[in-house]
């Protein structure tokens, strides 16, 4: 909003803008109350805060996977990488919204990566096909698995 946009806009209308620490108490996380005042209606200040500052993991880029992303997305984490070692299929794109036949023969993660971002650019979003280690998993606050076998999920 350009600053004379700003001054000719009631006081009510401006954004409210409230910072809050987060866990290591050092950062500060600007969490704009007009934009997430359902959310902090629902989870409270506390839970807005951890998720501000959350790297979230959702390792599969399928139908369930998407939409999980895309909810967590909306909600205002810091940042969320959607994982998938598999190529598009036909098949996919009845279940993934977010696919095209364009897309058929490339990663699901890749594809699916930049129209994730478009939902809430304040949200960094990333795509990856590493090795689900347990040295990888150890950056994400959150790992949410969608679509992998128990028993081929990482301990």
């Known amino acids: 909003m350009s600053k004379r946009a700003a001054e000719d806009?009631?006081?009510t209308d401006l954004p409210k803008k409230a910072k809050m620490a987060?866990?290591?108490?050092?950062?500060?996380?600007d969490l704009d109350e007009n934009l997430h005042s359902r959310q902090l209606a629902v989870y409270g200040r506390e839970a807005m805060r951890?998720?501000?500052?959350?790297?979230v993991l959702?390792?599969?880029?399928?139908?369930?996977?998407?939409?999980?992303?895309k909810n967590v997305i909306l909600a205002g984490v810091r940042a969320l990488t959607?994982?998938?070692t598999k190529n598009v299929e036909t098949r996919d794109l009845s279940a993934q919204f977010?696919?095209?036949?364009?897309?058929v023969g490339q990663n699901?993660?890749?594809?699916?990566?930049?129209?994730?971002?478009?939902?809430?650019?304040?949200?960094?979003?990333s795509a990856s096909s590493a090795e689900l280690s347990a040295e990888y998993l150890g950056q994400f606050q959150v790992c949410i698995a969608a679509g992998i076998p128990i028993l081929l999920q990482p301990n």
Not at 22 to 29: E, F, H, I, L
Not at 50 to 55: D, F, H, L, Q, S
Not at 98 to 103: A, Q
């Open 9 to 11: 806009m009631p006081a």
């Open 22 to 29: 987060t866990d290591n108490g050092q950062a500060n996380v």
């Open 50 to 55: 951890r998720m501000a500052g959350a790297n």
């Open 58 to 69: 959702v390792a599969g880029a399928n139908g369930t996977g998407v939409e999980i992303a």
């Open 82 to 84: 959607i994982h998938d």
């Open 98 to 103: 977010y696919l095209t036949e364009e897309d």
């Open 108 to 125: 699901r993660a890749e594809a699916c990566r930049d129209k994730l971002q478009e939902l809430n650019n304040a949200v960094a979003v």
